[in-house]
């Protein structure tokens, strides 16, 4: 099974300042058909996870411009150009590409310094 | 609107089952691979189930042989038939759409005495 690992487990923010988050996958997320089946959830507090970006880069309806997904093979990155209060909460990478099984980073909870 | 709305949750004693729902529109329910998806109080995010558009399914080792997920098309319904429960089952259980497009709100599972 693809093992997908998160870093940092926490990251407190200054209002307005960016966020980075990583995750990296223990074999390549590139799939046969040419795709990367690599997706970044928001959940926040008390709620659903929300899917925010798909294969690596492309942003879902509604999701905000200040985030953005980045990276290939084993490697990826989701950004928060300026961290808004909205934006606590945890935040998980998970690969499609290998599935079954659908496999899950072990989350990044974003606060607020 | 997509719309994913589980039900059956609640409080089963150790080696009892439950059957979960989720009702699904707002999509074409037909054309998509559903999955199951489980998160324990304060924990991270794990697959459970998936079941492709063929009726194909797939479990992990861990509920393997325990769980059954299901679908009825022409109900445009989910199903996950839970047996044997065990206290690490206990978890808030989620449906979600192909890769995790959409989800739903969740209902909770408790496995206690």
């Known amino acids: 099974d693809v093992v997908m690992t998160q870093s940092p487990l926490s990251l407190p923010v200054t209002l307005g300042q960016p966020a980075s988050i990583s995750c990296r996958s223990s074999?390549?997320?590139?799939?046969?058909?040419?795709?990367?089946?690599l997706n970044w959830f928001q959940q926040r507090p008390g709620q659903s996870p929300r899917r925010l970006i798909y294969?690596?880069?492309n942003r879902d309806s509604g999701v905000p411009d200040r985030f953005s997904g980045s990276g290939s093979g084993t490697d990826f990155t989701l950004k928060i150009s300026r961290v808004e209060a909205e934006d606590v909460g945890v935040y998980y990478c998970m690969q499609g590409t290998h599935w079954p099984p659908l496999t899950f980073g072990g989350g990044t909870k974003v606060e607020i310094k | 609107e997509v719309q994913l709305v589980e039900s059956g949750g609640g409080l089963v004693q150790p080696g009892g089952s439950l059957r979960l729902s989720c009702a699904a529109s707002?999509?074409?329910?037909?054309?998509?691979?559903m999955h199951w998806v489980r998160q324990a109080t304060g924990k991270g995010l794990e697959w459970v189930s998936g079941i492709g558009t063929a009726g194909d399914t797939y479990y992990p080792g861990s509920v393997k042989g325990r769980f059954t997920i299901s679908r009825e098309n022409a109900k445009n319904s989910l199903y996950l038939q839970m047996n044997s429960l065990r206290a690490g089952d206990t978890a808030v259980y989620y449906c979600?759409?192909?890769?995790?497009?959409?989800w739903g709100q969740g209902t909770l599972v408790t496995v206690s005495s």
């Open positions: 294969k690596v880069s």
């Open positions: 074999q390549s997320l590139v799939h046969s058909d040419g795709n990367t089946y």
């Open positions: 707002g999509f074409t329910f037909s054309s998509y691979d």
């Open positions: 979600a759409r192909g890769l995790g497009i959409d």
